[in-house]
C-alpha cells in the first residue's frame, strides 16, 4: 500500500514541474528572411561580457558585412535566461542576424537565423533546422546581399546617452531644480504682487 502511495506521489511531483522547451518556428533561407533583420554579418568573436540584468554581451572582428551598418569591432547584445540561449565563446565563427535595440547597439535573438560554424560537419545541428549548411548559407548571402565594407571605427556620441546618472549627480540635480524653484517664487512673489 504504501509503495502505491510513494509511486503516486512521485509521478504528481514530476508532472507539476514546467519544462520549458526551445520553440523557434522554422524559417527558410530567403531574401524575405533577410529582410527582417537590420545586421547580417559574419564575425568571429574576441570576448564575451558575462551576463548583466539578463543580457550578455559578445563582442566580434566582423570578418564580412552582408547587411547594415557595423564597424570591424562591433559588439552583439543577448539575452541569457531564455530557454533557447546558447554560449558564445571567443574564437568562435558565427553569422549574426541581427536588429537594433537602441542607437548603437544591436540586439540578437536565439530564434534568428544566426547560427556557429562548426569544423566537423556532422555536429552542425543548424543544418538539420535550417535545411541548408553554414557554406550554403555564406554563399547565398555573398549572391544576393553581397560584401559590404565595415564602418570606420568611430565614438558614437549617443552611446552614454542612456546611462542612469549616479546618486550623487542625482542628488546635486534635485538640489539645484530645488533651488531654482525657490529663487523663482521668490522673484514671482518680489515683483509681480496681485
Not at 506521489?9 to 533583420?37: D, F, H
Not at 563582442?59 to 552582408?66: A, D, G, I, K
Not at 533546422?129 to 565594407?149: T, W
Not at 546617452?161 to 546635486?172: A, D, F, L
Amino acid at each position: 500500500m504504501n509503495y502505491k502511495l510513494v509511486y503516486v506521489l512521485i509521478i504528481w511531483l514530476c508532472c507539476q514541474m514546467r519544462v520549458v522547451a526551445c520553440q523557434c518556428p522554422a524559417t527558410g533561407l530567403s531574401l524575405a528572411e533577410c529582410n527582417k533583420y537590420e545586421v547580417i554579418f559574419k564575425g568571429r568573436i574576441d570576448s564575451v561580457r558575462a551576463c548583466h540584468s539578463n543580457f550578455g554581451e559578445a563582442f566580434f572582428t566582423v570578418e564580412e558585412l552582408y547587411k547594415g551598418n557595423a564597424s570591424r569591432q562591433f559588439s552583439v547584445l543577448f539575452e541569457c535566461n531564455v530557454p533557447c540561449a546558447l554560449t558564445f565563446n571567443a574564437g568562435e565563427e558565427w553569422i549574426i542576424y541581427s536588429r537594433y535595440k537602441q542607437v548603437a547597439n544591436v540586439m540578437m535573438d536565439w530564434c534568428s537565423r544566426s547560427r556557429k560554424y562548426f569544423k566537423i560537419a556532422k555536429e552542425d545541428f543548424y543544418t538539420v533546422n535550417y535545411g541548408n549548411d553554414y557554406e550554403q548559407e555564406v554563399s547565398f548571402l555573398r549572391e544576393n546581399l553581397k560584401v559590404h565594407r565595415p564602418m570606420s571605427a568611430k565614438k558614437n556620441g549617443a552611446v552614454n546617452r542612456n546611462e542612469r546618472p549616479s546618486s550623487m549627480q542625482t542628488i546635486i540635480i534635485l538640489i539645484c531644480s530645488l533651488l531654482t524653484i525657490i529663487i523663482f517664487y521668490w522673484l514671482f512673489n518680489k515683483y509681480f504682487k496681485f
